[in-house]
C-alpha cells in the first residue's frame, strides 16, 4: 500500500476545500483497505471527495479507497460511480439510469443513499459487504439491513463505524428504463409520469439536466465545484403556500429545499465572496477560488437560519463536514 505524507487534500475534493493529510494511504484492493483501516481507528476514509466537506487545518490519518473491479453485478468500493451507470447500460441492465451523473465512488453510494429524479440506489441494492471498525469482522449486509431511506442509512447513522468495501446491485435487463417518477425528468422525454423510455434516453436527459444545473463534474463549469446539493429536501407535516412538495412514506411532506431558498431571499449566485451560491441552482454552494472551509460553512449557516427565520425549517446538511457541524 503506497502512503504519503503532507498531501494535499483540497485537489480529492470536488469542493477544492481542506488542508493537508499528514499520513495518506492508498488502497487498491479491499484486502489493503480493511488492513489500512484496522491499524488506523481514527483515519478518514475517502472516497471520490464529492460529499464531502474537508477542515481548513486537515488531518491526521486518511485512507484513500482506490480498489476497482466489477465482477458481474458487484461492485468494488472505488469505482466511479457514473462509469458504473453508462456500464451496466452497455451491458444491457436497467434500472441506474436516473442516478447517471452522480459524482463519487460506489463505496459511498450506499452510506448515503443516493438518489436524483425520483429515483434512488436503495432500489437497486442487494446487499452491501463492508469492514465494522467496531467489531473488527467483515460482514455483508442484505438491502433489508441496511436501513435505506431519504439520504440516509445505517451506514450513515454511525460516521465512523462503517467502511464499505463493494456493492452487489440487483439489476434487470432490458431496453426500458424503470418507471419515470419525476416531472421534469418526464417533460425532458416527452412522456407521462409512471411511463418508461428507453434507458439510454432517460441516462442522456438525466445528463443534460444535471449539466444544465452544473451538477456534472466539468473543469470549464465554475458552477461545479461544489459538493451538489448542500441541503436535503426537508419533511415537514404541512408544506409553505406554494412550495412544490411530495408525500413521502413516512407520512410527512418532502418539500423542495430550493425553493425554500430561493424565496428566503437567496438567489442564484448570491453572495460576493469566494463562496456562494450556483448561478445554476441554489441548493449548491460553490467554491469560486480561493475560499476556505470555514467561508463555506458561513455562507452555510446564513442560508439556514434564513430559511429558518422565514419559514420556521430548518435545512440540514447533505455533504458529511468532517471535524464539525453546521
Not at 417533460?187 to 444535471?210: F, N, Q, S, T, W
Not at 418532502?254 to 442564484?268: D, M, P, Q, R, T
Request: net charge negative; aromatic share 4%.
Amino acid at each position: 500500500m503506497p502512503s504519503h505524507t503532507d498531501v494535499p487534500l483540497a485537489p480529492l475534493t470536488s469542493l477544492r476545500l481542506g488542508g493537508p493529510a499528514r499520513s495518506l494511504v492508498v488502497c487498491e484492493s479491499a484486502a489493503d483497505l480493511v488492513e489500512a483501516v484496522r491499524a488506523r481507528p481514527c483515519a478518514l476514509v475517502l472516497g471520490g471527495g464529492s460529499n464531502v466537506v474537508l477542515p481548513d487545518e486537515g488531518l491526521d490519518e486518511v485512507v484513500l479507497v482506490r480498489n476497482r473491479g466489477v465482477s458481474g453485478l458487484e461492485l468494488q468500493a472505488g469505482e466511479d460511480w457514473d462509469e458504473v451507470v453508462r456500464l451496466s447500460l452497455e451491458q444491457g441492465y436497467v434500472g441506474l439510469e436516473a442516478l447517471s451523473g452522480i459524482p463519487g465512488t460506489v463505496g459511498a453510494s450506499p452510506i448515503q443513499n443516493i438518489g436524483a429524479y425520483g429515483a434512488e440506489l436503495a432500489s437497486c441494492i442487494l446487499s452491501v459487504r463492508a469492514f465494522d471498525r467496531e467489531s473488527g469482522a467483515e460482514v455483508v449486509l442484505p438491502a433489508a439491513a441496511c436501513g435505506f431511506a431519504y439520504r440516509h442509512s445505517v451506514f450513515k447513522a454511525s460516521p465512523g463505524r462503517w467502511v464499505v468495501l463493494s456493492v452487489q446491485l440487483a439489476l434487470s435487463q432490458g431496453r426500458l428504463s424503470a418507471p419515470v417518477r419525476y416531472a421534469e425528468l418526464a417533460d425532458c422525454l416527452g412522456v407521462a409520469l409512471g411511463d418508461r423510455a428507453p434507458a439510454a434516453d432517460v441516462r442522456e436527459a438525466v445528463l443534460a439536466l444535471r449539466r444544465r444545473k452544473g451538477m456534472v463534474l466539468d473543469p470549464s463549469d465554475a458552477d461545479s465545484v461544489s459538493a451538489g446539493s448542500f441541503f436535503t429536501n426537508p419533511l415537514v407535516p404541512m408544506a409553505p403556500a406554494g412550495a412544490p412538495s411530495w408525500p413521502d412514506p413516512s407520512g410527512l411532506v418532502k418539500v423542495s429545499a430550493a425553493w425554500l431558498i430561493e424565496n428566503s431571499g437567496f438567489g442564484k449566485g448570491w453572495g460576493e465572496g469566494p463562496i456562494g451560491l450556483s448561478s445554476k441552482h441554489t441548493l449548491a454552494l460553490v467554491n469560486r477560488g480561493g475560499g476556505t472551509t470555514a467561508e463555506l460553512l458561513a455562507v452555510a449557516r446564513a442560508v439556514r437560519d434564513g430559511v429558518q427565520s422565514t419559514f420556521g425549517i430548518t435545512l440540514v446538511n447533505e455533504p458529511v463536514i468532517v471535524g464539525g457541524e453546521l
